[in-house]
Structures are given as C-alpha cells and as structure tokens.
C-alpha cells in the first residue's frame, strides 16, 4: 500500500491544470504490478496468495479493462521470476 500511495504523490498534490482524476487512476493502476512484485509477491506461499485473492476477492482482479491489465502484467512478471528460478 505504500508503494503505491507514494507513486501517486507528486501528481495527487500537482499543482498542474493538466493532472486529472482519470490520469491520477490510469497511473494508480499502471504502478500496480511494480509496486507488487517489488514488494514480494511473487516469494509469498500459495497460502498468501489465496488470502490476498480472498481479501480483495476475484471478480475484482478483472472488474475493469485497467485492474485487468494490472492484474495481467503482475502475473507475468511473477511467471518471469519463477521461471528463472526453476532455471537455476
């Protein structure tokens, strides 16, 4: 959560005309799968992932075209990681 929240920062407190709610959205979810994989989620055991799926629940992964995306590049990323660490 604070990844994520600091991402956001510098545009939520612009001073920029050209900053908008919709562009402050696209980059909240476009910092969405970085702010995941760099906080770990990749390593968490299959448990962990169950609860976070539990927790924000499944249809919410995929309730729009932007959490879908999000979603999407999380899991490639940590598909990424799995199959350098198999290759070692």
């Not at 999407?72 to 990681?81: A, H, I, P, R």
């Amino acid at each position: 959560m604070q990844c994520l929240q600091k991402a956001l920062v510098p545009d939520a407190i612009g001073t920029s005309t050209s900053v908008t709610c919709d562009s402050i959205r696209q980059k909240a979810f476009g910092t969405h799968a970085g702010c995941y994989v760099g906080s770990g989620l990749c390593t968490l055991p299959p448990s962990d992932w169950l609860a976070i799926v539990h927790i924000v629940q499944f249809k919410t992964l995929f309730d729009s075209w932007d959490a879908f995306l999000a979603t999407l590049k999380t899991g490639e990323v940590c598909l990424g990681f799995y199959l350098f660490a198999l290759a070692l």
